[in-house]
């Protein structure tokens, strides 16, 4: 028998299987989404697991999976939302279920977030600063003070 195939790993211990590799049933996970999709509230890995009687780990990998192809959202860290599954077919769920991560890939993707969020706090700013100038501008006018003029 081929090492690669065999059960036990260094020092001859039997490997534990990978919880987060259990299959769950499509189909259960499905109807269980369609649910929270109707309600829209967040959610975590373990209510849905809990409600599947499907292993945890092998819940958040999927609905991290899903997350990845934007057909959940995720709110918080560890919490999801399903409100933008109600409008997905069950062909596209299966489709992102079967679906791999690519890491460089997610993590250009979260670096786009992050710049994305950092411009638009950027651009609050901005918007601030040239309202504050135009009131400034706009109280030394009123007072006859000419703001291009050198004292």
Known sequence: MSLKRSN????GM?????????KIDRQDLWDELQERASSNEPFTPQDIALAMGSPEPA?????LTLAYERLL?????????????ASASQA??????????DPKR???ETEIERLKKNNDEMRRRLLEAVADRDRFMALLKKH????AEVP
């Open 8 to 11: 036990t790993s260094i020092g």
């Open 14 to 22: 039997p490997r534990q299987p990978d919880a987060s590799s259990a």
């Open 59 to 63: 819940v958040a990998k999927a609905l």
């Open 73 to 85: 959202e995720k709110v918080e860290a560890g919490r999801y939302r399903a409100g933008s599954l």
């Open 92 to 101: 596209d769920f299966n489709k992102a279920l079967a679906a791999r991560i």
């Open 106 to 108: 997610q993590q250009a």
């Open 144 to 147: 006859g003070i000419d703001p």
